[in-house]
């Protein structure tokens, strides 16, 4: 029964497999969904979502797939008729009851239980109707009716299920979304790794024990340095002009970055709109170092992070400057000088907070073969941290063609 | 094992207040004895939540408190290598017993309990990556092996294992999915509303709304880098209350805005926006 609502939500991206569809199955054979929709909406979102970024997805892939169930109210119904029957095995019922069952043929049970459903506003509380609340009626555990009230009368609460979920409070944390503070910081937390380095003052247990055992037993303590974070970061931020619209998010990135506390050694240059011979310390474009001495100072190892539009008139990539910024007919291009960027780091990504749908044309799609591109969403920051940690770049997203 | 439908369901205590969102996480938890992850904004209660679990069952409370340094292992348990051989060396007890060198961890005492106990590992995420992948198992299977005595320890009761996350690393899946998982979402000014009458009783009703509304317009104030959550608005109204204030406005003149606002950035700009570029008192 709820076989298609898993599949609609892997198609949307919430990858449920069969152990949310046990835990799920287990659940409502528990009866925690108290047998309503409203219920069921709760214990699937809790054994279903196992991240808020896809809280979103699940509300929206419930609205679709149980708006229908709202207002035909024909699955439902189904389900309905074969809780009814459970629930004649499961009661003791008196022979007048029973009588008064055998009345009505399933067919009978099912219109009325659709025309309720369709009635759903309207408050049906007289408890001694045989499909109605109350508790009185051998189908009380139905829970259909109390459905059926919860949707009409008692508003304020917490809302139906699906007035719920077409809510979308969720919306604010899909990871599709441009970034705020937080996540960033979370994102570039996965770019520290450790290494043991300097003085050696930490306890080496498994050294000392085969240390002492060699020694016969004599004590025999072994130190070893301690791990320390051991990422060195070059992030270089494109300032000004068309990158004016980004200034929110590309602030909260430097405000993630600079309190970054695992990095080695983190170093932060500003550029306007494509890098010529030299970066700058400020975002007034003072100060800094040019690109060979960047490439002179800093290793290969150093991972280089670029932010920026790449978006920019085509005769900005072709410049010739020399390496202190200034125009010269024999000095080297723009683009070249993005190259030497990429050649000297091992691992670069250039991050864009140009929607992705723009990249294929203009000198977007120069730049992005000379830097693997990402977008500056929480899934892009997080895809570029992979490519910058592993070297590997998740299919599908990365723009290196 | 088919999981066996728990008769106790969990429906908040007198000071913890849910939602049914809550409650159907922690029932599902309880019922399929999965560990319950709970993820949500610093300060929404998290932690507060393990605790209410605990007492509205009625079973003991175990935390464990996990560090960027905390290893899986000294979850199950320690065996102090270092005071054996400090032992065998200087000769101080029964070094032949290496049971007397094993110290459980917090895992290895709620498996041990010969009670039902609810464990709550707090702040998961603040450990290695690895972290969480260590654990599948033992919490799988509410089981582990002492290697160096080869006993077994294994629950008596499954612990009701609470997991809180700040979600500054990412889970692995394979952990994800064992889990249930619920995020807290802000109170809206309804709940909140209780929440306040929960923790401050008596409370004159119009320095409340008015503290509510102040909390929410500071919350809805985009520029902030960090918005005040539920624990800082307790705190704040203690405070208020301590002091004697009576009524409180979102101008230049907001009592203790430090309880609020813990960053430097947001005090200036909340009083470059509401305060004419007046530093409220802090």
Redesign the interface.
Known sequence: MFLPFFYELRRRGV?V?A??AL?LA??L?????DSGL??FY??A???L????TQ?DTFDQAFLAHFKGVETAGLELTQELLSWLEEARERRDLSPEELALLEQLDPEEIRRMLEERLREQKERHDGGNRWVGTGGTSPFGNGGFAREGIRVGGKGGR?GMALMQAGAR??AG?RDDLVLD??QM??AL??LRAFARDGSPDE?D?DE??AA?ARNA???EVVTRPPRRPNTRVVLAMDVGGSMDPYAAVMSRLF?AASHATHFKELRIFYFHNCVYGKLYATPQLTGGMTVPELTAQVGRHHKLVMVGDASMAPYELSIRTDAEGHYKADGLEGLTWLMQLAQHFERNVWLNPEPMGTWRTGTISVIARVFPMFPLTVEGL?EAVTHLTRGRTVKGVAARR | MTPVPTPVRFKGTDSYLTNEGLQAAVNCALTLQRPLLVKGEPGTGKTLLAEAIAQSLGHRLLTWHVKSTTRAQDGLYVYDTVQRLYDSRFGDGDVRDIRRYIRQGPLGEAFSAPERVVLLIDEVDKADLEFPNDLLHELDRMRFRVTETGDEVVAKHRPVVVITSNNEKELPDAFLRRCVFHFIDFPDADLMRRIVAVHHPGLDGTLAEQALKVFYELRNFTRLRKRPSTSELIDWIAVLKSQGVTDVKLDESLPFLGALLKKEQDLVSVAEAFGRGRRPRA
């Open positions: 990858k497999g152990q949310e835990a287990g659940a054979r528990a009866g925690l969904h409203d219920g709760h214990v979102r809790a054994l979502v196992h991240s808020e809280l917490q409070r969720y944390y503070t937080r910081a979370v937390r996965k306890l247990v000392s024990i002492t037993g004599e004590l405000s997080g």
